[in-house]
């Protein structure tokens, strides 16, 4: 039992990310601005994880071109966030650094 433990955890890795991307589809389809941030945000952080620091950089990149979104309240707010986040993983005192050199 202990063999297949492994992929147990994989599978449901693979799920909340193919959740996340569900999300992020469909929020861009209903114009749920929040849900969109949301989904990049957590998108990035996951690529990050995996030491996938471009894909991070792509998730960053789109919920930067969002900032045009008038009806999007919490824009600069979010994305100010984000953009934080993103510097203190990838960054060489972040957490970045140990992904990186592990």
């Known amino acids: 039992m202990r063999k297949y433990n492994h992929h147990t955890k994989t599978s449901q890795r693979f799920r909340r990310f193919s959740l996340t991307i569900h999300v992020l589809s469909q929020a861009r389809i209903d114009g749920q601005n929040e849900y969109v941030n949301k989904a990049l945000f957590y998108t990035m952080r996951i690529a990050v ?14 919920m930067e071109a969002d900032l045009v979104k008038k009806e999007y309240v919490s824009r600069f707010l979010e994305y100010d966030i984000a953009l934080g986040w993103f510097h203190c993983l990838t960054s060489p005192a972040g957490d970045g650094a140990r992904l990186v050199n592990r």
């Open 49 to 62: 994880w995996h030491g996938k620091f471009t894909e991070a950089k792509q998730a960053l990149e789109n």
